[in-house]
């Protein structure tokens, strides 16, 4: 009688710790589980998927090539495609310095470089782009987490989806323009000297052609803090940057052995023009170097304060590794979400419901048994999801549906077993066993892989099924022997 | 059980029957343009909540007219549809004059949808694999080859059905085939178990005498599971109908698969090859050699 008790006592628990999810205000649980996430299709919200291209991974990796090479050598670039990257040397009859060679070794081994007559050759470069994809997108993801962190938005996810793609979901009441806008700015600054080489860029500054040189001298790399001001002495908007220590000193060589001779400062972005994504670069400012700087200086020619917080923002962020675009945008209205939970679970409540009242009927008090592991089991789904911090979507009540028909089947298989039996319960139960483990291992290998290649929503449903296949493997196996074995055993009949 | 009796004395017929709607549909999959949803052709969604504006019905029988898929009315709100040829500009003009009654927009790029396709292709053939390597393992081959067979007649005869009625393929509908798939292995896997059984007891006509046995159960699965689609059917609201209504027809067709379909291609190689019914005597879950 005791065990009996203790036995329903102890049932009881999952089922109210799941009743204290769902109507939170009735059923207080004191935070023993954390309440249930939805997914953006069920609370409305905003989901954004942005992609990286193919040719923007072919430039990361060529960029990296020729930061190597011009770093110990005195080259200009004067071809790269998507496999390699030619180098003429400045100087006639120069070679290549010993340390690139190490560095290659060391740093990008599947890389080969070669001495040509006038310069140097690198190929191989199509070996390193998944390892450069990965990296973008890991670096990616840190920018525009911090970037939205500076934004002041909350409750927000962002996450890699398959090789290229970076998921970001953002709440309702989320500014969604003016987020776009930032999550994927390519603003770049770039201090650069003037210069004649070969490669030299030619950017047109009030009615001149300004020339400098292929790489800057500092970058976004070294940007430690940026902030939008208004310029004290030309009453502008402008940017303060404070560059690190690493920077800082580079700054101040460059400066010290440039006295006299002006420091272009550039402002890059990838834009969209007439459709057509090009790379659009215009000068701040040019001003001759004074005396030898340090690690403040400020970006002027910004034109507007908006113009100044946005490009602050984004250089506190550090620059996008490789531009993002937006590919593919989700809107629920938080209405929209309520209005499908709503109806969907009303539905599938009153279909368990004619369900119990089904197999009550055909397998009695056994029945009432099967019905209330039922419970359990989604009881169990419940907390085991809130617990995990998965979200719900709508795919997941997909999962949930099979489930459920899975672990009624579970139960059916034992009861017909047991009539076939003569009423042996016990050892339907024992021989039921492998029947139901194959089915349901069978539904995990599915499950899990579906979790693994699939998209989202696909992601979704798998989660969800995977968590249920246990949940019913326990419900309906275990805790059902054990309550019929109990119920039978105490000799009483419900 | 009437049900059992008819289901029994009729499989020849039923086999015939589940074949020709296999056939049908597969005419229909070719022959029949599918209806894919944004999701996966790309495009935009604009969910709006009953009435729209004056002026943004203008703008659909006007301007919007040659990016227009469709105009969805329901009695909670409308669905239009908007190809991915609409510029950014349209798009923002609709939805400044929808106003209050806008409630989403979703957007997705013709590329991510085409990707989507795939994706998801690839995704359901990757278990399908490995669901007919684990089932080899525990089984046969011949018989693991006989569930997927059954699985693939299920699937094509639930596209069959979305092709024809013209049923929007989006992330739900994808998500009624995974269930189906779920489902469709699950029976398969019971019929099968029951059949290893029967065969370890040297039973005569095992195949027959399994489905005799299976059967039962089967039906009152199965009808336990239909009352809770049905429910969702009629009750579940737009998002989910589509869903009840593929995985009803799935439902249905994999009961019907798992009886008829496994178990004839299982006694027609069996006729062939007597060792088909010959499991590996692997040590099993259940502690018996």
Same mark, same amino acid.
């Given at each position: 009688?005791?065990k009996r008790i203790?036995?329903?006592g102890?049932l009881m628990?999952p089922?109210?710790? @799941?009743g204290s999810?769902l109507f939170? !205000?009735?059923?207080?649980?004191?935070d023993?589980v954390?309440?249930?996430?939805l997914g953006?299709d069920?609370?409305?919200?905003?989901r954004l998927?942005? *992609?990286?291209?193919?040719a923007?991974?072919e430039?990361?990796s060529?960029d990296k090539v020729?930061?190597?090479v011009k770093?110990?050598?005195?080259?200009?670039?004067?071809?790269?495609?998507?496999?390699?990257?030619i180098f003429n040397?400045?100087?006639k009859?120069d070679?290549?310095s #010993?340390d690139?060679r190490?560095?290659?070794?060391?740093?990008?081994?599947t890389l080969?470089l070669s001495q040509?007559?006038?310069?140097?050759?690198?190929?191989g470069l199509?070996s390193?782009k998944?390892?450069?994809?990965a990296q973008?997108?890991?670096?990616?993801i840190?920018?525009?987490?911090s970037?939205l962190?500076a934004?002041?938005?909350a409750?927000?996810s962002?996450y890699?989806?398959g090789?290229?793609k970076?998921?970001?979901?953002l709440?309702s009441?989320t500014?969604?323009?003016?987020?776009k806008?930032?999550l994927?700015s390519t603003? !770049?600054? *770039?201090?650069y000297? #003037?210069?004649n080489d070969?490669d030299a860029?030619e950017?047109?500054y009030? *009615?001149?052609?300004?020339k400098?040189?292929?790489t800057?001298f500092?970058?976004g #790399?070294?940007?430690?803090d940026?902030v @939008?001001?208004?310029?004290?002495?030309?009453g502008q908007?402008?940017?303060t940057?404070r560059?690190?220590?690493?920077a800082?000193k580079?700054?101040s060589?460059?400066?010290?052995?440039n006295?006299?001779?002006?420091i272009?400062t550039?402002?890059?972005e990838?834009?969209?023009?007439?459709g057509v994504?090009?790379?659009?670069?215009r000068?701040?400012?040019?001003a001759?170097?004074g005396?030898?700087l340090?690690?403040?200086f400020?970006?002027n020619g910004m034109g507007?304060?908006?113009?100044?917080?946005e490009?602050?923002?984004?250089?506190?962020?550090?620059?996008l !590794?490789?531009?993002? #675009?937006?590919?593919?945008?989700?809107?629920?209205?938080?209405?929209l979400?309520?209005?499908?939970i709503k @109806?969907?679970?009303?539905?599938f409540?009153?279909?368990?419901?004619?369900l119990f009242a089904?197999?009550?009927y055909?397998?009695r008090?056994?029945?009432?048994v099967?019905?209330?592991t039922?419970?359990?089991?989604?009881?169990?789904?419940?907390i085991?999801?809130s617990?995990?911090?998965?979200?719900?979507t709508?795919t997941g009540? @997909?999962?949930v549906?099979?489930t459920m028909?899975?672990?009624?089947?579970a139960n059916?298989i034992?009861?017909?077993?047991?009539?076939e039996l003569?009423?042996n319960?016990?050892?339907?139960?024992?021989d039921?066993?492998?029947t139901?483990?194959?089915?349901?291992?069978?539904?995990?290998?599915?499950?899990l892989?579906l979790?693994?290649?699939g998209?989202i929503?696909? $992601?979704?449903?798998?989660l969800?099924l995977?968590?249920g296949i246990v949940t019913?493997?326990i419900?309906s196996?275990?805790?059902? $022997?054990?309550?019929?074995l109990t119920?039978l $055993?105490s000799?009483e009949d !419900? | 059980?009437s049900?059992?009796k008819f289901?029994?004395n &009729?499989?020849k017929?039923?086999?015939?029957?589940?074949?020709v709607v296999?056939?049908a549909?597969?005419i229909?999959?070719?022959?029949?343009?599918? &209806?894919?949803?944004?999701?996966?052709?790309?495009?935009?969604?604009?969910?709006?909540s009953?009435?729209?504006?004056k002026?943004?019905t203008e703008l659909i029988k006007?301007?919007? %007219?040659?990016?227009?898929i469709?105009?969805d009315k329901?009695?909670?709100g /409308?669905?239009i549809?908007?190809t991915?040829k609409?510029t /950014?500009?349209e798009?923002?003009?609709?939805?400044?004059?929808m106003g209050?009654?806008l409630l989403?927009?979703d957007?997705?790029?013709g590329s991510?949808?085409?990707?989507? /396709?795939?994706n998801?292709?690839?995704a359901v053939? %990757?278990?399908?694999?490995?669901?007919?390597?684990?089932l080899?393992?525990?089984y046969?081959?011949i018989m693991?080859?006989?569930?997927m067979?059954a699985l693939?007649?299920d699937?094509v005869i639930?596209l069959g059905f979305?092709?024809?009625?013209?049923i929007?393929? &989006?992330?739900?509908?994808?998500? %009624?085939?995974?269930t189906?798939?779920?489902?469709?292995v &699950?029976?398969?896997?019971?019929t099968l178990d029951?059949?290893?059984?029967?065969?370890?007891?040297k039973?005569e006509?095992p195949?027959l005498t399994a489905?005799k046995l299976?059967?039962?159960?089967s039906?009152?699965?199965?009808?336990s599971t239909?009352?809770v689609?049905i429910?969702?059917l009629?009750?579940?609201g737009?998002?989910v109908r589509?869903? %009840?209504?593929v995985m009803?027809?799935?439902?249905?067709?994999?009961?019907l698969s798992?009886l008829?379909v496994?178990?004839?291609?299982i006694?027609?190689?069996?006729k062939?090859?007597?060792s088909?019914f010959?499991?590996?005597?692997k040590p099993s879950?259940?502690?018996?050699?």
């Open positions: 009688m005791l203790s036995l329903i102890l628990i089922i109210y710790l @799941a999810l939170p !205000k009735y059923l207080p649980n004191n023993l954390a309440p249930i996430s953006i069920l609370k409305g919200g905003h998927i942005l *992609g990286v291209s193919d923007d991974i430039r990361v060529q020729i930061e190597f770093f110990y050598n005195d080259v200009t670039v004067s071809h790269k495609d998507a496999d390699s990257v040397f400045k100087k009859d070679a290549v #010993e690139t190490t560095t290659f070794a060391n740093e990008l081994p080969t040509t007559d006038n310069g140097i050759v690198v190929t199509l390193i998944e390892a450069e994809l973008v997108i890991k670096k990616n840190d920018i525009v987490s970037r962190n934004l002041g938005a409750d927000i962002v890699r989806q090789s290229n970076v998921v970001v979901e709440p009441d500014d969604m323009e003016y987020t806008k930032i994927t603003s !770049k600054v *770039g201090l000297l #003037e210069s070969e860029v950017i047109p009030r *009615g001149m052609t300004i400098r040189m292929s800057p500092i970058s #790399e070294g940007i430690e940026a @939008a001001i208004v310029d004290s002495q030309t908007p402008s940017v940057v560059l690190d220590s690493k800082g580079s700054m060589e460059v400066s010290a052995k006295v006299g001779k002006p272009i550039t402002i890059q990838r834009i969209k023009v007439d994504r090009q790379q659009v670069e000068i701040a400012s040019v001759n170097i005396t030898v340090d690690r403040n400020v970006v507007t304060m908006e113009a100044s917080e490009l602050a923002l984004v250089l506190q962020s550090g620059s !590794k490789a531009p993002m #675009e937006i590919i593919s945008e989700q809107t629920v209205d938080a209405r979400g309520e209005s499908n @109806a969907g679970m009303e539905a409540v009153v279909g368990m419901l004619l089904y197999v009550i055909v397998y008090w056994k029945g009432v099967a019905c209330s039922i419970v359990i089991n989604a009881s169990l789904i419940l085991a999801l617990s995990i911090g998965a979200s719900f709508l009540i @997909a999962g549906v099979l028909g899975v672990a009624i089947d059916i034992i009861f017909e077993r047991a009539k003569g009423g319960i016990k050892q339907a139960f024992t039921s066993f492998s139901i483990i194959d089915a349901n291992v069978t539904t995990m290998i599915a499950a892989i979790f693994n290649v998209s929503p696909l $992601k979704g449903f798998a969800t995977a968590v019913t493997v419900s196996y275990f805790i059902n $022997k054990t309550i019929m119920i $055993k000799g !419900k | 059980m049900a059992e289901l029994l &009729n499989r017929t039923l086999s015939f029957f589940s074949l296999f056939l549909s597969l229909v999959g070719f022959v029949m343009k599918p &209806n894919y949803g944004v999701e996966f052709a790309g495009g935009y969604i604009i969910e709006t009953t009435k729209l504006p002026a943004a006007g301007d919007l %007219a040659d990016v227009l469709e105009v329901r009695e909670d /409308q669905t549809k908007l991915t609409t /950014q500009v798009l923002e003009g609709f939805k400044s004059a209050e009654s989403s927009v957007s997705i790029s991510y949808g085409k990707e989507m /396709q795939s998801s292709f690839k053939i %990757a278990a399908m694999l490995a669901m007919t390597l684990y080899a393992i525990r046969n081959t693991a080859g006989a569930t067979v693939i007649h699937l639930a979305v092709v024809f009625f013209g929007e393929i &989006n992330t739900m509908t994808v998500g %009624a085939l995974m189906i798939i779920g489902y469709s &699950n029976d398969s896997v019971v029951k059949l290893k059984e029967l065969l370890r007891g039973v006509s195949v489905i299976v059967l039962p159960r039906l009152i699965t199965s009808k239909l009352l689609l429910s969702l009629l009750l579940g737009e998002a589509g869903f %009840a209504l009803t027809i799935g439902v249905v067709f994999g009961t798992s008829v496994v178990t004839s291609l006694e027609r190689a069996a062939n090859k007597p088909v010959e499991i590996p005597e879950l259940d502690g018996d050699v």
